[in-house]
Every structure is written in structure tokens, then in C-alpha cells.
């Protein structure tokens, strides 16, 4: 119940973004599918999900995935007929990583508290209205518990990383999300 009403929320969100400047409408619209898919894109997305998460038209999100996919920005299961992240998405990211790679700085960090505590730790950064694991490293400890794969992605306060990156959030920022 609450995810159909956070993807309400995205989608109203979406309809309320700044007027942007001439021309660059298609953009923005890319940018939300390649975002929608990659909040789904273990289990991958039907055309109407993606049309309805997104809150644009059937018509106008089937030639956007089309195009991305000429692009290898998206893929598309034949069987399935679900749509995936597609390859140049993964070429561009280990391109741009290096600049923005939080997790070489963390490293010893992780490191250092699974070791403390045997426990497993998680690196998770917020992404817009989610969170992300971008890291994990594995305690000592002989129970675990793996609860988020490296490149998961939960809506903000789902989960315990999430719920700690939520409450270091302004007041009325909080609400938004409660």
C-alpha cells in the first residue's frame, strides 16, 4: 500500500517539476524512465508500470524506451518483455565512478566496524526519494544478515540506512516521506 502510494507521490512529483527550458522536456522525461528503472531493475518493468510510475502516456513512454534502447540505455527481456538498465548505462557509470566513487573513502571505515563488531555494515546514500547501498562488508559474526544487495534501492525509511538518512533531514523534508 505504501509503495503505490509513494509511486503516486513520485508521479504527482513528476507533474510538479520546475518549467524547464525550451527544448529540454524529452530529457527530463528520459532521465525519470532510466531513474524508474533503475529503482526496479532486478525484477525489471512492464511498459505500463513504467507508464504509470513515470505518470507519462503509454504511447509516449513506449517511444522514449524504444529510443533509449537503440541508445543501449535501456534493454528489453524477450521474454519477459520487461525493461532492464541497458549496457552503456553500466559503461558510463564505471567511467564516471572515479570521480564520484564515496566508496573508495569509506573503505577503511567499513572495514574497521565489521571488524569491531562482527556484524555486517552497509554504505547507503540517498538518491533523490530513495536510498542506495553503494558498499557492504561482511562481520565476523556467524549469523548474517543480508538484508540489501550492493545497488538496491528503497524508498527513504524503508530499512535502517534509510531510516538514518531520513531523520538527518529537515523537519518538513521528514514529512513528506512519513
Given amino acids: 500500500m505504501k509503495d503505490e502510494a509513494r ?18 522536456q524529452s530529457i527530463q522525461r528520459a532521465a525519470r524512465l532510466l531513474r524508474e528503472l533503475a529503482a526496479r531493475n532486478r525484477q525489471g518493468m512492464r511498459l ?8 507519462l502516456q503509454r504511447p509516449t513512454v513506449h517511444r522514449m524506451l524504444k529510443c533509449l534502447a537503440a541508445e543501449n540505455l535501456v534493454s528489453q527481456d524477450p521474454q519477459s518483455r520487461r525493461y532492464f538498465l ?6 558510463l557509470g564505471i567511467t ?26 552497509f554504505l547507503t546514500i540517498r538518491s533523490g526519494d530513495d536510498s ?3 558498499d557492504r562488508r561482511e562481520g565476523s559474526f ?35 516521506f512519513v
Avoid: M, W, Y
Fill in 7 to 24: 509511486t503516486a507521490q513520485r508521479a504527482a512529483s513528476a507533474h510538479r517539476t520546475v518549467r524547464s527550458p525550451s527544448g529540454t
Fill in 48 to 55: 505500463i508500470d513504467v507508464a504509470h510510475s513515470s505518470g
Fill in 86 to 91: 541497458g549496457p552503456l548505462v553500466f559503461e
Fill in 96 to 121: 564516471a565512478g572515479p570521480r564520484f566513487n564515496i566508496r573508495d573513502v569509506c573503505t577503511d571505515a567499513l572495514d574497521r566496524i565489521a571488524a569491531e563488531t562482527g556484524d555486517t555494515v
Fill in 132 to 134: 542506495l547501498c553503494v
Fill in 142 to 176: 556467524p549469523i548474517k544478515a543480508f538484508t540489501v544487495d550492493v545497488g538496491v534501492r528503497r524508498p527513504l525509511g524503508v530499512g535502517a540506512g534509510s531510516l538514518a538518512i531520513l531523520t538527518a533531514l529537515p523537519e518538513e523534508e521528514i514529512r513528506e
